[in-house]
C-alpha cells in the first residue's frame, strides 16, 4: 500500500493506492486511510466472520451464527475505494453487532470530471468541491437504483442478485426497519440521500429506514432534496472529523441545517432525528472512537431480536 499526499483547490486528501502508485498531480480521492493506531486496533479485535464476494465487487459479511441474522447494514466506500477497503473496520462493528449482515458494495469504475476524466470508482460524477459542484452529481440515481435493490433484496429474502464466490448469509425477509445505509465521504453522501428521499418498491412511501450513518459526508443536491413521506423519523448519525482537510467539518453542520429545517416543515417530523458527532484532531479517515460511536448508535436502532419481541410484519 502507497500512501500519497496532494494538494488540490486548496484542499488535502489522503490517497491509498494498492499495488501501483498513482500519480499525485492528477487524482483526487476519498479512500480510507487509517493511522497505525487504529490499524492495530482494528487487527487485533477482527472476528473470523464468513466473507462472501461477488462478481460485482460486493462483499458481504455474515453473522457468525446465522440463526442470529435479525438487522443489515450496507456500507458505501468513498470515491476511489472498493469495497475490500472497508473489511476491516466492518469486521471491528460486526463483533459488537453479532446479529448484523454487513453487505459492501463496490462503485462502478467511472470518468470523474474532478480528475480529468480519469476513471475510478465512484457513485457519482464530481466536477467540483464547491456547493454549486453538488447539485449535479451525475451517476446519483443510477447508484440509488443500486442501492434501493440491495435493500429490496433483504426485505424479500432474495439474495441472488449477484453470483458470490463463497457462501453468503442464508437471506432472512426483514422489515425496513431492521435496515441501516451507512457510508463514508461520497458513500455517506449516497447514503444520506438515498435513505432520506426514496421510497420503498412500488410505493409512494418512504423506507422508513432503521436509520442513516454518515462518515466525513455531506448531502449531495442539497436544492433538490426533499424528503420522503415516512421517512421523517429516520434517525441519522453524522460522524466527521474536525480537521477533515477533503470534506470540511462544516459540511456536518450544513446537512445537518438542511435536513433539520426540512424536517420542521413535515407534521410529525422530528427535527431533533439529526445527530453530529465531531472528532478532535481526526482528518479525512476514521477513528476507533468514532467507529464505537457508530456500534452504539446501531445497537440502539436494530438492536437483536429475542425470542420475545419478534420483529412484525410489515
Given at each position: 500500500?502507497?500512501?500519497h499526499?496532494l494538494?488540490?483547490?486548496?484542499?488535502y486528501?489522503?490517497?491509498i493506492?494498492?499495488?501501483r502508485?498513482?500519480?499525485?498531480?492528477l487524482?483526487?480521492t476519498?479512500?480510507?486511510?487509517?493511522?497505525?493506531?487504529?490499524v492495530?486496533?482494528l487487527?487485533s479485535?477482527?472476528?473470523?466472520?464468513a466473507?462472501?464476494r461477488?462478481?460485482?465487487?460486493?462483499?458481504?459479511?455474515?453473522?457468525?451464527?446465522?440463526?442470529?441474522?435479525?438487522?443489515?447494514?450496507?456500507?458505501c466506500h468513498?470515491l476511489?475505494?472498493?469495497a475490500?477497503?472497508?473489511v476491516?473496520?466492518?469486521q471491528?462493528?460486526?463483533?459488537?453487532?453479532?446479529?448484523?449482515?454487513?453487505?459492501?458494495?463496490?462503485?462502478?469504475?467511472q470518468?470523474?470530471?474532478?480528475?480529468?476524466g480519469?476513471?475510478?470508482p465512484s457513485?457519482?460524477d464530481?466536477?467540483?468541491l464547491d456547493?454549486r459542484?453538488?447539485?449535479?452529481c451525475?451517476?446519483l440515481?443510477?447508484s440509488m437504483?443500486r442501492i434501493?435493490?440491495l435493500?429490496?433484496?433483504?426485505?424479500?429474502?432474495?439474495?441472488?442478485?449477484s453470483t458470490?464466490t463463497a457462501?453468503?448469509?442464508?437471506?432472512?425477509?426483514?422489515?425496513?426497519?431492521?435496515?441501516?445505509?451507512?457510508g463514508f465521504?461520497q458513500?455517506?453522501?449516497?447514503?444520506?440521500?438515498?435513505?432520506?428521499?426514496?421510497?420503498?418498491?412500488?410505493?409512494?412511501?418512504g423506507l422508513?429506514?432503521?436509520g442513516?450513518t454518515?462518515?466525513s459526508?455531506?448531502?449531495p443536491?442539497?436544492?433538490?432534496?426533499a424528503i420522503?413521506?415516512?421517512?421523517?423519523n429516520?434517525?441519522?448519525?453524522h460522524?466527521?472529523?474536525e480537521?477533515?482537510?477533503?470534506?470540511p467539518?462544516?459540511?456536518?453542520?450544513?446537512?445537518?441545517?438542511?435536513?433539520?429545517?426540512?424536517l420542521?416543515e413535515?407534521?410529525g417530523?422530528?427535527d431533533?432525528s439529526?445527530?453530529?458527532?465531531?472528532y478532535?484532531?481526526?482528518?479525512h479517515s476514521?477513528?476507533?472512537?468514532?467507529?464505537?460511536?457508530?456500534?452504539?448508535?446501531l445497537?440502539?436502532?436494530?438492536p437483536?431480536?429475542t425470542?420475545?419481541?419478534?420483529?412484525?410484519?410489515?
Amino acid at each position: 500500500i502507497t500512501i500519497h499526499k496532494l494538494r488540490q483547490k486548496n484542499l488535502y486528501a489522503n490517497i491509498i493506492t494498492v499495488e501501483r502508485p498513482m500519480r499525485p498531480s492528477l487524482f483526487f480521492t476519498t479512500s480510507l486511510s487509517l493511522s497505525s493506531r487504529v490499524v492495530r486496533a482494528l487487527s487485533s479485535s477482527t472476528a473470523l466472520n464468513a466473507i462472501s464476494r461477488s462478481s460485482d465487487g460486493t462483499i458481504t459479511i455474515s453473522p457468525q451464527n446465522e440463526a442470529k441474522h435479525s438487522a443489515t447494514v450496507i456500507l458505501c466506500h468513498g470515491l476511489g475505494d472498493t469495497a475490500n477497503g472497508w473489511v476491516e473496520p466492518t469486521q471491528y462493528l460486526a463483533n459488537q453487532l453479532p446479529h448484523v449482515k454487513w453487505i459492501l458494495p463496490t462503485a462502478p469504475t467511472q470518468p470523474v470530471t474532478l480528475n480529468g476524466g480519469m476513471p475510478m470508482p465512484s457513485w457519482y460524477d464530481i466536477v467540483g468541491l464547491d456547493s454549486r459542484s453538488s447539485e449535479f452529481c451525475n451517476g446519483l440515481d443510477e447508484s440509488m437504483e443500486r442501492i434501493l435493490s440491495l435493500v429490496e433484496n433483504e426485505v424479500s429474502g432474495d439474495d441472488t442478485s449477484s453470483t458470490a464466490t463463497a457462501t453468503a448469509c442464508v437471506n432472512h425477509p426483514l422489515d425496513y426497519s431492521r435496515i441501516v445505509l451507512a457510508g463514508f465521504s461520497q458513500g455517506g453522501a449516497l447514503a444520506l440521500y438515498t435513505g432520506m428521499t426514496q421510497s420503498r418498491k412500488q410505493s409512494t412511501v418512504g423506507l422508513g429506514l432503521g436509520g442513516i450513518t454518515v462518515m466525513s459526508g455531506y448531502l449531495p443536491r442539497s436544492k433538490a432534496f426533499a424528503i420522503a413521506a415516512g421517512s421523517e423519523n429516520t434517525p441519522i448519525l453524522h460522524c466527521h472529523g474536525e480537521q477533515d482537510s477533503v470534506v470540511p467539518v462544516q459540511a456536518a453542520a450544513l446537512s445537518k441545517e438542511r435536513v433539520s429545517s426540512l424536517l420542521k416543515e413535515i407534521d410529525g417530523g422530528n427535527d431533533d432525528s439529526y445527530e453530529v458527532k465531531t472528532y478532535a484532531g481526526l482528518d479525512h479517515s476514521v477513528a476507533i472512537e468514532e467507529l464505537n460511536d457508530v456500534a452504539v448508535f446501531l445497537k440502539r436502532v436494530i438492536p437483536p431480536i429475542t425470542d420475545d419481541n419478534a420483529q412484525g410484519d410489515d
